[in-house]
C-alpha cells in the first residue's frame, strides 16, 4: 500500500530514504523519477504527495532539512522554450514549513548526475528526482511538495565524507511531522494544476 489514510502519497528514489514508511520508490534520477510517478498517478488518485530524500548542499550542515518552494531542472537548456522548474503547491509548502520550523525554505536543483567538483548553477540545495516528481505531479492535477535531508557538500567528490546516515537520520525525524501536517490541510481536488507552468524561455542558470 503507498497511500496512507489520509491519501498523501510518500515518494522516495530509494526504500532507504522511505525510512521505513509505505511509499512508491520512483528510482534514482529525474527520468526514472517522472516516469513511475507518472504511472502511478495514472492508476490512483491522492490528495497529495510528499517527496523526500537525501541531498547536497551548499553551505549547509549535514543532517539539516530544506523544504523545496520550487523544483528547478538544472540540466535542461534548449534555444527553445521549455519548463525547467515546478512550484511547490502553496498549501503543502505553508504546512511544511509550518511542521518544520528548522527546516531551510529554497528552491531545490534537480540533476541527473551528482555534482563534482564546481556545481553549474548557484543553486544551495540539489537532489536528482524532484523536478521529475513534481512535473509528473502538476501535469495528474496532484498537490506535492519536496523536502530533502542533507547529506553531504554539493560538489563533495569523497563518499567517504558524505553523511548518510545523519541525513536519514533526519529524514526519519522529519516524515512522521510532515506526512501529519500535510495531512491535516483540506486540499481541493486538482489543487496542484495551477501549479503547471507554461513553456518558457531557457534562463541562464540551466546547465
Sequence with gaps: MT????????????????CGHPGLICGIGPVEAAATTAAHLAVSRPAAVLHVGVAGGRGITPGSLAIGTEAVYTDLSAMIPVVERVEADPALLAAARLAMPGAIALPIATSAAVAQGLAAH?????????????????LAGVPAVEARAISNDLGEGDRSRWMIRRALEALEDAIPLLLEAIGSISVEPDGAASNIEPARAPSTASA
Design 3 to 18: 497511500v496512507t489514510a489520509r491519501g498523501i502519497v510518500l515518494v522516495g528514489a530509494t526504500d532507504l530514504e522511505l
Design 122 to 138: 548557484d543553486l544551495r540545495v540539489e537532489g536528482m528526482e524532484g523536478f521529475g516528481v513534481l512535473r509528473a505531479c502538476a
